[in-house]
């Protein structure tokens, strides 16, 4: 058994390793990208950004989309309806800003109400766009954003580009933290090839393969937009390349515990209904990880209390070595905290993640800003319902 442990440890650290130091570099490279001088005429673009509710940031978020260094795009915000509180802030917004438009899409029958605004968004983008491009209200976006987004299209590397951000938490709150460090995981993964995936808030796609490859009509009867892009692009063997110069970044506040964990439900269950290979891969990992974790834990108490003599030099050595790698993980970040408040956010993120996924083995149904939507294979909504 000590053997088999030890094994696992080691081969625990060897994937975060390589993780951290092949997405790190790859990251970094991306971010270096960006060449402010036009390799060519930048095609149109259309900006489509669906909104929901009306967050304390909304106007500066929604500002930072509007202020773009790019030639020629146009941005579309959709809500839901007249009731939706981002819709009145939107309102406000768009006298200042003549390149915006609003639309109300109404309520989704078939597929999840993002992607019914997405469609909505589309729809009246029309056909004079080259380049549609599918972002969230939730981030602040550098000034250079968009062209760092489009350039992999204009240069030809990829058929599909994605971005991804950081989450800056406002208040310093524990939980806030703990999705940072989760968030900052997960960037890792767009910077290895293999596993990068669209991103919902930050995806580049030409408008003429949306619809050679009938994204429309996937997203029309689909709950998720960018796990369900990613499901269709590994059908068809596309991938995806990272976006060039700064990432997004997201300011949050009055994150807790809850919230946090209802966060990290949605994001599993997405995966699990799109791409459950993944979905279990990715659990078994988290639950070896989180059970190396507590066993190094409880081992080296043992060890510390018992008068008998016990090694727990693996175990020391493991989690000294996971330590090291959550400090190397918290330098990546832009706004990095003490370590006293990064360690034990990192070390949550990793029960966290484990408990998350756990929870979702019996769901069948996805909950999100008052709706209920009733999910079969391959995220297709079977059924929806107000709460």
């Known amino acids: ?21 092949v997405g790190s570099r790859a990251l970094e490279r991306a971010k270096s990208k960006l060449d402010l001088d036009s390799p060519g005429p930048w095609p149109a673009a259309a900006l489509i950004v669906p909104v929901a509710g009306a967050a304390s940031n909304l106007a500066a978020n929604l500002r930072s989309l509007l202020t773009q260094d790019y030639p020629d795009y146009q941005v579309i915000f959709v809500t839901r309806d007249q009731s939706d509180l981002a819709t009145r802030a939107i309102a406000a917004l768009i006298p200042e800003h003549p390149r915006s438009r609003l639309i109300l899409s109404g309520p989704a029958s078939q597929c999840g109400q993002k992607n019914h605004n997405l469609l909505a968004g589309v729809q009246a983008a029309g056909e004079e766009p080259e380049i549609l491009v599918f972002c969230d209200s939730t981030r602040l976006a550098h000034s250079n954003w968009l062209k760092g987004l489009v350039l992999p299209l204009v240069k030809g590397e990829a058929p599909v580009v994605s971005g991804y951000h950081h989450v800056l938490p406002q208040d310093g709150s524990f939980a806030a933290w703990g999705r940072a460090v989760t968030v900052s995981f997960l960037f890792l993964t767009k910077g290895i090839a293999r596993c990068n995936q669209p991103w919902g808030g930050a995806t580049a796609i030409s408008r ?26 590994q059908e068809k063997g596309l991938r995806v390349v990272l976006a060039s110069g700064e990432s997004l970044m997201t300011p949050i506040s009055g994150d807790t515990l809850a919230t946090w964990g209802d966060w990290a439900i949605r994001q599993w269950i997405y995966l699990k209904f799109c791409l459950p290979g993944s979905w279990l891969a990715l659990g078994l990992f988290f639950y070896l990880l989180s059970g190396l974790v507590l066993w190094a834990g409880v081992r080296i108490a043992a060890a510390a209390v018992s008068s008998a003599p016990i090694s727990a030099w693996p175990e020391a050595a493991f989690l000294g070595a996971l330590t090291g790698m959550a400090i190397s993980l918290k330098d990546l970040h832009p706004q990095p905290p003490r370590l006293r408040t990064w360690l034990p956010a990192f070390y949550a993120a990793i029960f966290m993640g484990a408990w ?14 008052g709706i209920s939507y009733r999910v079969g294979w391959k995220g297709r909504v079977l059924g ?4």
């Open 1 to 21: 058994m000590d053997g088999f442990l030890v094994a696992a440890m080691a081969a625990v650290l060897l994937l975060i390793g390589v993780l951290l130091i």
């Open 208 to 233: 003429r393969l949306f619809e050679d490859l009938g994204v429309r009509d996937l997203w029309a009867h689909n709950v998720v937009d960018d796990v369900s892009l990613a499901m269709l692009l």
């Open 356 to 369: 998350c996924h756990l929870c979702n083995w019996p769901m069948g149904e996805i909950h999100w800003r």
């Open 384 to 387: 929806i319902s107000n709460k």
